[in-house]
Structures are given as structure tokens and as C-alpha cells.
């Protein structure tokens, strides 16, 4: 396990959107564009082998920008294909909050970063004492159903609280503000209410709304 001591203060960002990495959650990813293949070998000498998934947006100008939040991922999984491109792992450590980009020559994005508002991510998987899951799963059901979409049902029942509300808050095919709203949630209870929400709106016509 990590310490806040063990944190550096630059990291390599990997903005990709939709993709949510969550503390203590595995986000697998295939690497081929040149400067990622290049962030991944740099990332592997260094002593803590963090990447920074962080989502793009846009500015009330409408000019493109990154999040002010993301999570740092070390790499723990690695293999290379035949024709050069990378299978990775990042294992979810600590959220970060975005202080400035690093101006260089570098083909990939580089940050200098904070953590001090994420101290709890390097602590003990949480849980959610008002987690009611037969409410929780019933609704997912549903959410399931309306997307034409299947699950082990069992494991979700035996599934932690930490690790079942996280795991459906990266995998599940929500919109990349919706994740990062579920990203931001201060708590492991406030996440799972905020998935909660999202699940509601998008049964109740939320995405047609949405778009129009």
C-alpha cells in the first residue's frame, strides 16, 4: 500500500473520456496511440509507476480542457502485442486534484498535481452503512433490462460495498459527466447515491432529455 509520502508531485495524464478509475479498482487498457506507448516505457522506471486517468471537457467557452479531478493508477499489469501495441492494468491509488500542466517537450501531457483532499483513498476499502442492496439491485435490474444488458447476479450479492458501488460506477455505460460526478463523490455513500440518481434519470428518459 502506497503512503502519502510516496506520491510525487508530477505524473504523466492519460486523458481518455468515459474511462473512470476509482481508488483500490483495476482499469484495464490497451495502449497504441505513439506518445502513450512512450508514457507507458517512462512510466515503468520510475519508482511508483503512476499514470493519471483524467476525463477532457469542455470550458463555458467551448474550448477543449481537463477535469480538475482524476485518479492516479499504478501499473501493475503488462504485456506487449505482436505488432508493438501495450495491454496494461492500472490499479486505482489515490484521486489528485489538477494544478497546472507541465509546459515541455514532452509528447504526452505531464501535471504537477495535489492529493492532500484525497487522504482517505490510501486508507481501508469504505463502507456503506445505509447501503440498502435489494433496493440497490432491484433498481439495477431495471437499469440492466432498459439497456438490454446481463450480470452475475450471485457475485453481486456477495460483492463488498466498496467493491460492488465502484465497480458498476466504471463499467456501467454512462455519459462522461456522469462519471465524473461519481469520481468526485466525497464518500463511498455519496456514490452510491449519486449512481442511485443517475440510474433513476436514465430509467425516467434522462439520456433522450438529454440530447435534445
Known amino acids: 500500500m502506497?503512503?502519502?509520502?510516496?506520491?510525487?508531485?508530477?505524473?504523466?495524464?492519460?486523458?481518455?473520456?468515459?474511462?473512470?478509475?476509482?481508488?483500490?479498482?483495476?482499469?484495464?487498457?490497451?495502449?497504441?496511440?505513439p506518445r502513450y506507448l512512450q508514457m507507458v516505457e517512462d512510466c515503468l522506471k520510475t519508482p511508483h509507476r503512476l499514470i493519471g486517468m483524467i476525463q477532457p471537457c469542455k470550458g463555458r467557452d467551448g474550448t477543449a480542457k481537463l477535469n480538475a479531478i482524476g485518479c492516479a493508477g499504478r501499473l501493475t499489469g503488462f504485456s506487449e502485442t505482436e505488432d508493438g501495441r501495450y495491454m496494461i492494468t492500472l490499479s486505482g491509488i489515490s484521486r489528485f486534484r489538477l494544478l497546472r500542466e507541465q509546459e515541455g517537450f514532452c509528447?504526452?501531457?505531464?501535471a504537477e498535481v495535489g492529493w492532500s483532499d484525497f487522504e482517505r483513498d490510501l486508507g481501508r476499502a469504505e463502507?456503506?452503512?445505509?447501503?440498502?442492496?435489494?433496493?440497490?439491485?432491484?433498481?439495477?435490474?431495471?437499469?440492466?433490462?432498459?439497456?438490454?444488458?446481463?450480470?452475475?447476479?450471485?457475485?453481486?450479492?456477495?460483492?463488498?460495498?466498496?467493491?460492488?458501488?465502484?465497480?458498476?460506477?466504471?463499467?456501467?455505460p454512462l455519459e462522461p459527466e456522469d462519471k465524473q460526478a461519481l469520481l468526485e463523490a466525497p464518500s463511498l455513500t455519496t456514490r452510491r447515491e449519486t449512481l442511485v440518481t443517475l440510474l433513476e434519470f436514465h430509467l425516467h428518459g434522462g439520456c433522450e432529455e438529454r440530447e435534445q
Not at 468515459?18 to 487498457?29: F, I, N, T, V
Not at 509528447?107 to 505531464?110: A, E, T
Not at 440497490?136 to 458501488?165: N, P, V, Y
Open 127 to 172: 463502507h456503506d452503512p445505509g447501503f440498502d442492496r435489494d433496493g440497490f439491485l432491484e433498481l439495477l435490474a431495471r437499469f440492466f433490462h432498459s439497456q438490454g444488458l446481463d450480470t452475475d447476479w450471485e457475485t453481486l450479492k456477495e460483492a463488498e460495498d466498496e467493491l460492488l458501488i465502484n465497480s458498476l460506477s466504471m463499467l456501467l
Open 2 to 33: 502506497m503512503k502519502a509520502c510516496d506520491l510525487p508531485d508530477l505524473i504523466p495524464l492519460f486523458p481518455l473520456p468515459g474511462a473512470l478509475l476509482l481508488p483500490r479498482g483495476r482499469l484495464p487498457l490497451h495502449i497504441f496511440e
Open 107 to 110: 509528447p504526452y501531457l505531464r
